[in-house]
């Protein structure tokens, strides 16, 4: 097997943690993988165009992350190789620890309360009512999910789209363009926890952010290609949107120059709300190794044609 990481840290974690629990695995570190024949299994991040294609022998191609987007982005990837990706539950509750600070910061107006106090200025802002909070989840995945349930659990009215409609308690669930402007229609946050597709990409444009009710808040883990810049920062100007905050972006790191920056109603986060660890999916890699060569399909596998 191969790993391909341009992180070092990354890639020296990730050796550890597999060679503990098999101490007999051979893994290359790319781009120094030959013979590549030798290559059954390909643990990647975004991986370089054309690369995997090369591997006659390759059983699997699996992702360093929990999204695929850096893996299906290759126009020659090979038909007929699985691709799996990470669940892993240490980043779905991180996720989720960062998605309920973030909205409660809003719903509890910390930036108000920091503001008045670089002031020394006393003020009295009432906590908003919780049960008439309405959140709007994009995305009811495997991190989409975590995070409305215990949004759910504190008493806000949550709601979620997806592809296709889940059975959550206690959380309304919406599929389809009709039910993203039900949707957007209802959300006084919008939580962008989606895969990015061609489906997605660009999901947080002008039309869509005016269907949020005025004042609403955006939150985007998902991708940066889900937002259309421009159109956010209008929205924020205008006050159509209150505040964003914002982990991923088209380009990362994110340029100096970029007017998220220096924005007063927006919040960057340089992409660390939530990584995958290797201490964590080791195991299932480890496991899905033991599957390939066994010749039995491997667990968490991407559905190419849906794009996740
Ligand atoms: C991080 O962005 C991931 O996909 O795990």
Redesign the pocket.
């Known amino acids: 097997m191969f790993i391909k990481s341009d992180d070092h840290e990354t890639v020296r974690e990730w050796i550890s943690e597999l060679s503990v629990l098999q101490t007999d695995l051979e893994i290359r570190v790319w781009p120094n993988v030959d013979p590549i024949e030798d290559i059954d299994f390909a643990l990647v991040w975004d991986p370089r165009l054309g690369d995997l294609a090369r591997y006659p022998n390759l059983k699997c191609i699996g ?1 360093l ?3 695929v987007d850096h893996i299906l982005k290759d126009p020659g990837l090979p038909e007929g190789v699985p691709i799996v990706r ?1 669940v892993d539950q240490q ?1 779905i509750r991180a996720m989720s620890e960062f998605v309920l600070l973030h909205v409660l910061r809003y719903h509890r107006q910390q930036p108000q309360f920091e503001a008045a106090q670089r002031e020394s200025r006393w003020i009295t802002l009432p906590p908003p009512n919780t049960g008439e909070t309405r959140l709007g989840f994009l995305g009811l995945g495997e991190l989409g999910r975590d995070a409305a349930i215990k949004f759910r659990a504190l008493g806000f009215d949550v709601a979620g789209w997806s592809r296709r409609l889940k059975q959550i308690d206690g959380i309304s669930s919406y599929s389809g363009q009709d039910g993203l402007a039900a949707l957007l229609e209802r959300s006084h946050y919008l939580i962008c926890l989606l895969p990015l597709t061609a489906e997605t990409r660009g999901i947080i444009n002008r039309r869509n952010l005016a269907l949020l009710p005025t004042g609403a808040f955006v939150i985007n883990c998902g991708r940066g290609g889900h937002v259309v810049d421009e159109d956010l920062l209008s929205a924020l100007d205008s006050g159509h949107v209150a505040g964003a905050t914002l982990d ?1 972006f088209h380009v990362e790191p994110l340029s100096s120059s970029h007017p998220y920056w220096r924005h007063p109603r927006v919040t960057v986060i340089p ?1 660390a709300s ?3 660890s290797a201490r964590s999916g080791a195991p299932q890699m480890i496991e899905n190794i033991r599957r390939v060569r066994a010749g039995e399909a491997p667990m968490n596998q991407v559905n190419r044609q849906a794009g996740y």
């Open positions: 992702s992350g929990a999204g990470l980043l991923v992409h939530s990584l995958t």
